[in-house]
């Protein structure tokens, strides 16, 4: 599975680690590198409060392919 950049990057502008945003998750930095990935899926709650802690839609947090989160 492609890997979600548009998480990395928001990730990324919001200046955390990836270790960091798992703490906040309360998930294991493994669980959290394999939903970064596209490896795994990860659960409505966990989707919910990164839509909270980035301040980005979870539709486009979720996108493997930007320009059609973006026009949905």
Known sequence: MQARKNLKEARQKAGMTQQQMADKLGISLRYYQQIEAGDRT???????????????????????????????
């Open 42 to 72: 990860g659960d409505f709650g966990i989707w919910d409060d990164l839509e909270d802690i980035t301040g980005i839609h979870q539709r486009i947090l979720r996108s493997t392919n930007p320009g059609k989160a973006n026009n949905q």
